[in-house]
């Protein structure tokens, strides 16, 4: 029954946000075409549930020499002025309703991993049978600490075994009141970094999984 009425969430709830998110979805394609050359969209092959590619999308925020630059952290020489605040208020995810309507993804879920990248194997495995979405614990923590790194290797290092623990603790406790509890969460974090906010409340989760988010 909770993935029945995820998936209804899922439909009714992002096609509800098209349709009033419309005018910013239009000012993030303006944006983008005056800021920087090239297209709109970055699309990107993603792997989904149980190992099923799609497409996935997302507002452009980096300059098209840096496209294939594979990095996890946020490098402020990739970015353009328009994409760094379009990526700071998450207006680049947004490209990501499509996705979900068409049911690669789900607004709640483990966040989607490259085809190469090796992330949720092994005995992260289990993240992989469940389909990813826009948010979960890792994303909030990525946004919360991993955006502060500049060092690659020592994001890999530092952030990535957090972020799989954290992944595999939502599959793990999946639930409708913890789904809308992580969009609430979502929205307040993306505000309070909008609005210049500095600290953040720690992550219940990661005192569960026993890490620490210092």
């Known amino acids: 029954m909770y993935k029945i009425v995820k998936r209804i969430l899922d439909i009714v709830l992002c096609s509800f946000a098209l349709i009033v998110l419309s005018p910013v979805y239009l000012f993030a394609a303006v944006g983008i075409k005056m800021s920087s050359p090239g297209p709109v969209l970055y699309k990107s092959d993603r792997v989904g549930k149980n190992k099923k590619p799609f497409h996935f999308y997302k507002f452009r925020s980096m300059h098209e020499t840096t496209k294939n630059k594979h990095m996890c952290v946020a490098d402020p020489d990739r970015l353009f002025p328009f994409g760094k ?4 208020a998450k207006i680049d ?5 499509l996705n979900i309507i068409k049911g690669d993804m789900s607004i709640v879920g483990p966040r989607p991993m490259t085809l190469a990248s090796k992330m949720y194997d092994g005995e992260f495995s289990e993240i992989r049978k469940v389909k990813p979405g826009l948010t ?5 923590y990525d946004y919360i600490v991993g955006d502060t790194y500049t060092d690659n290797d020592a994001y890999k290092r530092e952030v990535y075994p957090i972020k799989q623990r954290l992944e595999l603790y ?17 929205m307040g974090l993306v505000i ?13 989760e990661c005192s569960k999984i026993n890490m620490s988010i210092e």
């Open 93 to 97: 995810e947004l490209p990501q309703l």
């Open 85 to 88: 605040f379009i990526r700071k």
């Open 136 to 140: 979960s614990p890792a994303s909030l």
């Open 192 to 204: 309070g970094m909008v609005i210049g906010k500095k600290k953040f409340k720690k992550m219940p």
């Open 170 to 186: 939502y599959v793990r406790n999946m639930s409708l009141s913890y789904d809308i509890e992580l969009v609430l969460r979502t």
